[in-house]
């Protein structure tokens, strides 16, 4: 593996250090943390979406106006994203059949690799970053206005009305693609595309914190105590969007306007430059843990889990390493991160 665990120029340090964070947010949930964490951590997926978006400025700008230019990007984002997580499920279900002598229902195999949460779970993710992927540009010839803005509110009423009166959320179907698409590629997408044409992000920051509060105070009245944002996250609801939109905004522009030392931390970066992988292994880790029947205290295995899936990242990278050293395979490099 190239020493690439030092920022490099092309990076941007506060988005490595956001996206350390917003991964780390995701793997504590995963582990048993305390109910007061799960709840304050719940800002991650937002957060990582949209500092996926706000990356794919630079990212689109490589094929936008070029010949077959949007079909290469998709094409292009179709690979980085389902390549490494297909080529995760084969071996992970091959190493839990081996394990487990277990074999699921075909069902739910499909399930795992159309990335819903009906089959495998975790995964689910990777259809959010591909609905992302695929508005980004539409966004682009769009631009950031208050007529697309406008147009956009009125398509999440919609959303929140059809969720209202039940329309289609037991259909799977409907639940993994509208329920999310417009939540995720559609108000986090178009915010963290657009996220540095915001001029007034102290405003979003401030309006989506306010209705965060307010749909907290509502649910409190409403069940007689204090409820999680979990409540409103599959699909995602106004009361969960605004808590990671307003905690995300927070975030970016205190990291943004400060150029903190641990933005450069080889831990920091090489997390942000193989997060997908991290996040990936961290599957198989928290799988063999519980086959283990290791002990639940949730920080020690925070730790572990955590550790693993780096040290397994370390380790294959390591491999790839060897290997490219006799011949060269395009295909790996969806192997490293």
């Known amino acids: 593996m190239s020493d690439n665990t030092a920022a490099s120029p092309d990076r941007i340090p506060y988005i490595d250090f956001l996206k350390f964070i917003g991964l780390t947010g995701i793997i504590i949930a995963h582990v048993g943390s305390p109910k007061w964490m799960v709840m304050a951590r719940n800002f991650d997926v937002p957060l990582m979406v949209i500092l996926s978006s706000i990356l794919g400025v630079n990212s689109y700008k490589k094929?936008?106006?070029?010949?077959?230019?949007?079909?290469?990007?998709?094409?292009?984002?179709?690979?980085?994203?389902?390549?490494?997580?297909?080529?995760?499920?084969?071996?992970?279900?091959?190493?839990?059949f081996i394990l487990t002598k277990r074999v699921n229902n075909l069902k739910y195999y499909i399930d795992s690799f159309c990335f819903t949460r009906y089959g495998i779970g975790y995964v689910w993710v990777i259809l959010m970053y591909l609905y992302s992927a695929m508005l980004i540009p539409l966004y682009s010839k769009t631009g950031f206005s208050f007529k697309t803005t406008f147009c956009l509110f009125i398509v999440y009423l919609i959303y929140e009305i059809a969720f209202f009166c039940q329309i289609g959320i037991y259909n799977k179907f409907i639940d993994t693609t509208f329920y999310y698409i417009v939540p995720y590629g559609g108000?986090?997408?178009?915010?963290?595309?657009?996220?540095?044409?915001?001029?007034?992000?102290?405003?979003?920051?401030?309006l989506s914190f306010v209705v965060f509060v307010g749909f907290g105070i509502y649910y409190w009245y409403k069940f007689g105590s204090p409820q999680s944002v979990q409540m409103s996250k599959y699909p995602p609801r106004c009361y969960y969007l605004s808590y990671g939109i307003a905690i995300s905004f927070f975030l970016l522009i205190i990291c943004e306007r400060n150029n903190f030392k641990i933005y450069r931390n080889s831990l920091v970066v090489f997390v942000s430059k193989h997060s997908m992988w991290i996040y990936l292994w961290h599957i198989l880790v928290l799988s063999v843990y519980g086959l283990a029947e290791l002990p639940e205290v949730w920080y020690l295995k925070l730790v572990l889990v955590y550790s693993c899936s780096i040290l397994?990242?370390?380790?294959?990278?390591?491999?790839?390493?060897?290997?490219?050293?006799?011949?060269?395979?395009?295909?790996?490099?969806?192997?490293?991160?």
């Open 63 to 96: 094929y936008d106006g070029k010949k077959h230019g949007l079909f290469n990007y998709y094409l292009s984002r179709v690979k980085r994203l389902v390549i490494p997580t297909w080529t995760f499920l084969i071996f992970y279900f091959f190493l839990m």
């Open 312 to 337: 397994i990242v370390i380790v294959v990278n390591k491999g790839l390493d060897l290997v490219e050293n006799r011949c060269r395979f395009s295909f790996f490099r969806y192997l490293r991160g």
């Open 187 to 206: 108000v986090l997408t178009y915010l963290g595309y657009n996220f540095h044409r915001i001029k007034n992000k102290s405003l979003v920051t401030a």
